[in-house]
């Protein structure tokens, strides 16, 4: 799996993107923190990433966020 480099959303104005697909992405925990300032995101798709619980604290202020697929995480 290939590392992801989200630092670019912090250039992104909030409303720019409603949905994410990092499935099967080398996503770390630690990263989900830059996707706090999408607070128009409604979809998000974490399948098959090594993601754990511990990192959904970083999906609290997304109130918008409306699926969230989680399957092959752990």
């Known amino acids: 799996k290939k590392d992801v480099d989200l630092s670019f959303v912090a250039l ?38 090594e993601v754990s619980s511990s990192s959904l604290s970083y999906l609290k202020g997304l109130d918008k966020l409306e699926k969230l697929w989680l399957d092959g995480t752990q």
């Open 12 to 49: 992104m104005t909030p409303s720019t993107l409603h949905s994410v697909d990092l499935s099967e992405s080398g996503v770390k925990d630690w990263e989900l923190a830059h996707l706090q300032r999408l607070t128009d995101l409604k979809e998000l798709d974490l399948s098959s990433t």
